[in-house]
């Protein structure tokens, strides 16, 4: 396998195409995105949505949609999801269809059994749009070391509101106070970082307001330095995975988002020993 790190010197990029690898090939890319949060596939390839399951799945389980009512207009196979506003044969956008940037966040961040890797394929229509990734492994090792000790021990509850970082119809505005994660996290391959999709979060475990907003303003100022910034301009064919624990994403506003289609799937590391 041909890959480089990006000079960065955390995005591992990939010139080889995705399909031309072994099984042993595909389960390094996914130690090496466990490690280094970011991988992309650089060459520009047309792979069908079967064949991009086919390869997820050597990976780990991929997520399956539960309410088939509201899947039918985003999915294209049940397992990968249309992320667009290109419309279906029902007059139907697909998710996140809105122009308006996809505001910084991790899927699914109050679910403690979501999966941890999102598979991106730029199907078409991609050209002049952007999407960008905080390695949040990066952000805790710069932490000072005197806010490393001050955070060690808080837990953090998260949630959706509508608009805060994206205007979807299809989640609900909720709050999840019952499960609590680790501000500071070590992985399976064993990373720490944080995790703090910051625009998700909605309080401390037993912080109160004004503590909590003190570090929350904190942690957003560090982390949005730009030194802990992959900017990804893509083109047509690419695949880019990240790893949803310590990285966090946001897709910036695209006027265009009518013609442009990414497909995603969302995955475990079941078949990786770590």
């Given at each position: 396998?041909?890959?480089?790190?990006?000079?960065?010197?955390?995005?591992?990029?990939?010139?080889?195409?995705?399909?031309?690898?072994?099984?042993?090939?595909?389960?390094?890319v996914?130690?090496?995105?466990?490690?280094?949060?970011?991988?992309?596939?650089?060459?520009?390839?047309?792979?069908?949505?079967?064949?991009?399951?086919?390869i997820?799945?050597?990976?780990?389980?991929?997520?399956?949609?539960?309410?088939?009512?509201?899947?039918?207009?985003?999915?294209?196979?049940?397992?990968?999801?249309?992320?667009?506003?290109?419309?279906?044969?029902?007059?139907?956008p697909?998710?996140?269809?809105?122009?308006?940037?996809?505001?910084?966040?991790?899927?699914?961040?109050?679910?403690?059994?979501?999966?941890?890797?999102?598979?991106?394929?730029?199907?078409?229509?991609?050209?002049?749009?952007?999407?960008?990734?905080?390695?949040?492994?990066?952000?805790?090792?710069?932490?000072?070391?005197?806010?490393?000790?001050?955070?060690?021990?808080?837990?953090?509850?998260?949630?959706?509101?509508a608009?805060?970082?994206?205007?979807?119809?299809?989640?609900?505005?909720?709050?999840?106070?019952?499960?609590?994660?680790?501000?500071?996290?070590?992985?399976?391959?064993?990373?720490?970082?944080?995790?703090?999709?910051?625009?998700?979060?909605?309080?401390?475990?037993?912080?109160?307001?004004?503590?909590?907003?003190?570090?929350?303003?904190?942690?957003?100022?560090?982390?949005?330095?730009?030194?802990?910034?992959?900017?990804?301009?893509?083109v047509?064919?690419?695949?880019?995975?990240s790893?949803?624990w310590?990285s966090?994403?946001?897709?910036?506003?695209?006027?265009?988002?009518?013609?442009?289609?990414?497909?995603?799937i969302?995955?475990?590391?079941?078949?990786?020993?770590?």
């Amino acid at each position: 396998m041909n890959y480089n790190l990006h000079e960065n010197g955390w995005t591992v990029i990939v010139e080889d195409d995705i399909r031309d690898l072994s099984v042993e090939d595909i389960l390094n890319v996914a130690k090496l995105l466990s490690e280094q949060t970011v991988v992309v596939f650089n060459k520009q390839i047309d792979i069908s949505p079967e064949n991009q399951l086919e390869i997820a799945y050597l990976i780990g389980d991929v997520m399956k949609q539960k309410n088939k009512s509201r899947s039918n207009p985003i999915n294209l196979i049940d397992g990968v999801i249309r992320v667009t506003g290109k419309k279906n044969d029902k007059g139907e956008p697909g998710l996140f269809g809105h122009t308006s940037a996809l505001d910084w966040h991790a899927n699914q961040a109050s679910n403690k059994k979501r999966d941890p890797i999102v598979w991106m394929y730029g199907a078409e229509g991609m050209e002049g749009s952007r999407t960008s990734f905080i390695n949040m492994v990066n952000v805790y090792e710069n932490l000072p070391n005197d806010f490393k000790e001050e955070i060690k021990d808080i837990q953090c509850y998260f949630g959706y509101e509508a608009g805060k970082y994206s205007t979807t119809p299809y989640f609900r505005d909720h709050v999840n106070k019952d499960n609590v994660f680790d501000l500071v996290m070590k992985t399976a391959s064993g990373k720490v970082g944080l995790y703090y999709p910051f625009l998700q979060v909605f309080g401390m475990h037993n912080i109160d307001d004004e503590k909590f907003k003190s570090i929350h303003n904190r942690l957003i100022e560090h982390i949005l330095d730009e030194q802990h910034t992959y900017h990804h301009d893509w083109v047509n064919g690419q695949i880019l995975l990240s790893d949803q624990w310590l990285s966090l994403h946001k897709r910036w506003e695209f006027d265009k988002m009518e013609e442009r289609v990414l497909h995603r799937i969302a995955l475990n590391y079941k078949n990786l020993n770590f």
